[in-house]
């Protein structure tokens, strides 16, 4: 049974970096069979997709966050990193790692739990 | 970026009804979506994927239908666990876009 679980701090302040991490259990970050990825849903709204990565090297962001976000992976602990720089208190939300099948079947059909992450000074 | 528009925003029903949610993507997605269901406090479910693949383990009373642009999702009796908020998603081309959610709540 494949988990993932997001791990990080809940409270960030204004123009610092938010980072998180999301462990992998039952699966390997290193499958060609997935894409790894983040979703964030400030409290109360919708779901934003922020970005993924695929084996291990190949990146695609939201260009609403692009050029404040990167997601990077250790193949060798399977976990994938998330990190928004620069935040604002529109960064506030619960933040999801989640798996991605590949190709023609795709969806996200494993999710972490959430952390919420609060932008605060 | 392609938009997803799901109607209704909110329906209330009863136990034993049968509904029907729809999502209209801005351009032709083909079969690329997928629905999620989400409780409070809880992360998102994946319900039915390729629009109308349903997820191992999810109950037979959920079915999802469409290609293109127009697609639906239908609870065909509704059980007390189905009051939630459900998601559609496309996965056709990046970046990944969910609609805006319709609120399932007892009436």
């Known amino acids: 049974q494949v988990q993932l679980q997001e791990s990080g701090p809940g409270l960030v302040k204004p123009s610092e970096t938010l980072s998180l991490t999301c462990t992998v259990s039952?699966?390997?970050?290193?499958?060609?069979?997935?894409?790894w990825g983040w979703i964030r849903q400030p409290p109360g709204k919708g779901l934003e997709w922020i970005g993924n990565i695929y084996f291990g090297v190949s990146t695609s962001y939201n260009p609403s966050l692009e050029s404040r976000v990167t997601i990077s992976v250790d193949t060798s602990k399977d976990q994938f990193s998330l990190k928004l720089s620069s935040v604002t208190a529109a960064d506030t939300a619960i933040y999801y790692c989640?798996?991605?099948?590949?190709?023609?079947?795709?969806?996200?059909?494993?999710w972490g739990q959430g952390i919420l992450v609060t932008v605060s000074s | 970026d392609i938009q997803l528009t799901q109607s209704p925003s909110f329906l209330s029903a009863s136990v034993g009804d049968r509904v029907t949610i729809t999502c209209r993507a801005s351009?032709?997605?083909?079969?690329?979506l997928a629905w999620y269901q989400q409780k409070p406090g809880k992360a998102p479910k994946l319900l039915i994927y390729a629009a109308s693949t349903l997820q191992s383990g999810v109950p037979s009373r959920f079915s999802g239908s469409g290609s293109g642009t127009e697609f639906t999702l239908t609870i065909s009796s509704l059980q007390p666990e189905d009051f939630a908020t459900y998601y559609c998603?496309?996965?056709?081309?990046?970046?990944?876009?969910f609609g805006g959610g319709t609120r399932v709540e007892i009436k």
């Open positions: 351009q032709g997605i083909s079969s690329y």
């Open positions: 039952g699966g390997s970050v290193s499958s060609s069979s997935y894409y």
């Open positions: 989640a798996r991605e099948v590949y190709g023609d079947y795709a969806a996200f059909d494993y």
């Open positions: 998603q496309q996965l056709n081309g990046y970046p990944v876009t």
